[in-house]
């Protein structure tokens, strides 16, 4: 029955979903450090309702992130943020009001005030961007997993498939094909031998066959009664065939992932909290 199983696998073939699945997650700034050269990449700071994008480059710690930022860098100006300078008038940093006040230094002589359009200009002190994490802040990772991957910080991606369906279709086909296929094989009439193929072989077969047999007690009804067994079967192999495709992986989905599940608190946020233009409620 090497053809039968030909057609199962070749449907099989066809129904198949390997494509990889993008998986995010919420977490705590320690998960998402340990989490940190994986395939699952820190995409964003969560604060309340408030939400902070994160370049690729993001370093995520425990409590604070931090963005390497060379050559010069725009601070856009909140109110209430004063800019620092030196007994020289040369500008320093700007000041955030906090408790503590938050300092953003740049080295000196390389920062400008930019009135119109109320900005410091200027390379950074440390070289980088640092956002300091709030206890109650959460990191969204994002990445993607084939199916059979494990996923940092727990789960992994498996295709589901409907076993039932697989078995039911596979047991309804090959009951209806394997008779057939011995009608087939042992028929001394040429036009049973399309009962050998698959699906298709008893339509053949149907066709082929005339409306009435001779040697037989009622030619023609007992004809009849053969080409209606012989639809039959041709039908009833097509479903066994459909419920089993049916049976195939059809989705992928994360299983077996960690019981603890994260919540976000309702803090108020600035309306500048993130990195880059937008300005920053962290130290620099």
């Not at 002190?125 to 969204?140: C, K, S, V, Y």
């Not at 001779?214 to 209606?228: D, H, Q, R, T, V």
């Amino acid at each position: 029955m090497r053809t039968a199983s030909t057609t199962l696998a070749i449907v099989a073939c066809l129904a198949c979903n390997n494509a990889p699945i993008l998986v995010s997650r919420i977490v705590s700034p320690a998960e998402a450090s340990r989490a940190q050269g994986t395939k699952l990449r820190s995409v964003a700071v969560l604060r309340g309702e408030g939400r902070a994008e994160l370049p690729a480059n993001a370093i995520v710690e425990p409590t604070r992130v931090r963005v390497p930022q060379t050559g010069p860098f725009d601070y856009a100006l909140d109110s209430g943020e004063k800019v620092l300078r030196d007994d020289k008038a040369v500008i320093t940093g700007v000041e955030t009001p906090g408790n503590p006040p938050i300092v953003t230094a740049f080295r000196p002589g390389t920062a400008e005030l930019d009135e119109t359009h109320k900005l410091v200009r200027g390379e950074l002190a440390t070289g980088e961007q640092r956002l300091p994490l709030m206890a109650t802040d959460h990191i969204e990772v994002r990445g993607t997993f084939a199916s059979g991957e494990e996923i940092p910080l727990g789960g992994r991606v498996e295709q589901k498939r409907a076993t039932s369906a697989l078995v039911f279709g596979s047991v309804l086909f090959l009951a209806t094909y394997i008779p057939s296929a011995y009608v087939g094989i042992s028929s001394p009439k040429g036009y049973d031998g399309g009962l050998l193929v698959p699906v298709f072989g008893p339509w053949i077969a149907y066709f082929a066959r005339p409306d009435c047999i001779s040697g037989l007690a009622s030619p023609c009804a007992s004809a009849g009664i053969e080409k209606f067994a012989i639809a039959l079967d041709g039908v009833t192999q097509a479903i066994g065939v459909l419920v089993f495709a049916v049976g195939l992986p059809t989705h992928t989905e994360v299983v077996d992932l960690p019981d603890s599940t994260q919540k976000t608190s309702a803090v108020r946020v600035r309306p500048t909290f993130g990195l880059g233009r937008l300005g920053l409620s962290g130290e620099f």
